[in-house]
């Protein structure tokens, strides 16, 4: 997540990574010449989503281990029905309409967008800060949904951007309430990568720091993600009392100062257990901190 200036019209897309999220498969995985073309023209596709500004023959071609010629045959056929584009004076590849038509089919069905959104919003006019929605997928949290605030600075993360678990608002939300089976799990495989001076740089700080949330009601990234940004987050239970996702604000910290962290936690935490509501999910308890004669623990 960065700090942009202002835009006048919101633009959404996907992640500009450098490399395949951890965790996904390679491109050649089942036996069969047509289940492997087929793996090979996925692994195209999610290596074109990574690229927001588009991906050229070759750097996709090395990206999932292809030679140019097969790779080209392949995102021919892509474009062809349109999950991908090709631009001609550019010479780039990015993602085509039909990638959005089949992930919007996916929101759809879930429905936890559209029943999300207008609490999204009531909380960024509350707030005027950044708000997003996120769930866990492959081990680290991807933005499904974001309403951007009016401020000249703001925090930005493109729905479909991924962040690590541990060093994120949305994450450490999640993790506050994941098992320790999962957690450990989820530790061995991805690591703690330290972005930051103030990344949490051991399994035991983070612990720590996920029994705050649970305490609190909402998780805090200090500047652990990027520099010079704060973020809250609160989980989103469904009807079996999993989080199944995090609503968050984020901004600048000359904004989210120390002072206001408790009332902007609130504020987050309000909007997520809304949203459980109408998942129907079973009534909250009140975080140990806001129970009488209890401190916050930060």
Not at 55 to 69: C, E, F, K, R
Request: positive net charge; charged residues 20%.
């Amino acid at each position: 997540m960065a700090v942009k200036p202002r835009r006048s019209i919101v633009q959404q897309g996907s992640v500009q990574q450098g490399s395949a999220p951890a965790g996904r498969p390679p491109p050649a995985r089942a036996g069969g010449e047509a289940v492997q073309s087929l793996a090979r023209a996925l692994a195209l596709l999610n290596a074109a989503a990574e690229a927001a500004d588009g991906a050229t023959l070759t750097d996709l071609a090395q990206q999932v281990g292809l030679p140019a010629s097969t790779a080209h045959r392949l995102l021919t056929t892509l474009e062809q029905e349109r999950y991908l584009r090709f631009d001609a004076a550019s010479r780039l590849w990015s993602v085509g309409v039909q990638a959005f038509v089949a992930g919007s089919a996916y929101t759809r069905s879930r429905g936890l967008v559209a029943l999300a959104r207008p609490h999204l919003r009531r909380l960024m006019e509350a707030c005027e800060e950044t708000v997003n929605l996120a769930a866990e997928d492959e081990g680290t949290a991807v933005y499904l949904a974001q309403v951007e605030c009016r401020q000249m600075m703001r925090a930005f993360a493109r729905p479909g951007s991924r962040v690590p678990l541990h060093c994120s608002g949305v994450g450490k939300a999640l993790l506050a309430h994941a098992s320790d089976t999962h957690l450990a799990r989820i530790l061995h495989r991805h690591g703690m990568a330290r972005l930051t001076v103030k990344t949490l740089a051991t399994p035991a700080a983070l612990k720590q720091a996920l029994a705050e949330a649970r305490a609190q009601g909402y998780a805090v990234d200090d500047e652990e993600h990027a520099v010079g940004l704060r973020c809250l987050a609160a989980p989103v239970f469904d009807e079996e009392g999993a989080a199944v996702a995090a609503v968050s604000a984020s901004g600048p910290m000359v904004r989210i100062t120390d002072g206001r962290l408790p009332v902007l936690g609130r504020m987050v935490l309000a909007a997520a257990q809304a949203i459980s509501a109408e998942l129907g999910a079973p009534a909250p308890r009140a975080p140990f901190s806001a129970r009488p004669g209890a401190r916050s623990s930060r």
